[in-house]
């Protein structure tokens, strides 16, 4: 399973972006996909998790601000990112399991005014 993450970028705090994530290869063997970041300085942080049956799951940091989504070919998943805080600033990566698990290779997302 190959991960390619895209759409990071510099955003102002309060601002939105959005992730995408696309897995080629086996994915039919994909169980679930999930976003995690890391911070300068800091370790990789799990933020939110989708699984193939749609059941989604949020790091405490991030409830209420981000969503977890996959496209309609299941191979894609998506993180939306509102209300975002300068805090949020970190290399976001996203991971897939089969359970095996794969990485992509990371996408920088800036808050910053």
């Known amino acids: 399973v190959q991960l390619q993450a895209s759409g990071g970028g510099l955003v102002q705090p309060g601002g939105s972006l959005r992730l995408s994530c696309t897995a080629s290869?086996?994915?039919?063997?994909?169980?679930?996909m999930a976003w995690y970041r890391q911070a300068p300085g800091k370790q990789r942080e799990f933020v939110a998790r989708?699984?193939?049956?749609?059941?989604?799951n949020y790091a405490d940091s991030v409830k209420g601000r981000f969503l977890i989504s996959r496209g309609n070919a299941k191979n894609t998943v998506y993180l939306q990112m509102n209300s975002l805080k300068p805090e949020d600033t970190a290399v976001y990566y996203c991971?897939?399991?089969?359970?095996?698990?794969?990485w992509g290779q990371g996408t920088l997302v800036t808050v910053s005014s």
């Open positions: 989708i699984t193939s049956a749609g059941t989604t």
């Open positions: 991971n897939a399991n089969t359970p095996a698990s794969y």
């Open positions: 290869g086996s994915i039919f063997r994909i169980n679930d």
